[in-house]
């Protein structure tokens, strides 16, 4: 995941979804290649400060799609 640094970043900044994760954490994702999701799960800590967790790319949507989706509504 090295490279893609600036994609984590943008995948934290601008998801194209928010999902609740199980244990309080965030999970963002970003379609990056048709079918290919950029994953990221994160925590905050305060409005402007948090933490990456892990990162990572997948094909399975639908893993996703059966989470509470909390962004956008």
Not at 17 to 46: D, F, P, Q, R
Not at 64 to 70: C, H, K, P, T
């Amino acid at each position: 995941m090295a490279g893609y640094y600036y994609d984590v970043l943008e995948v934290v900044s601008e998801p194209e979804n928010i999902y609740k994760g199980k244990s309080g954490e965030l999970i963002a994702t970003k379609e990056i290649e048709k079918g290919k999701l950029l994953v990221v799960v994160y925590k905050e800590s305060h409005i402007k400060n948090g933490f990456i967790i892990t990162a990572f790319l997948t094909r399975k949507v639908k893993q996703f799609q059966r989470r509470l989706r909390i962004w956008p509504r």
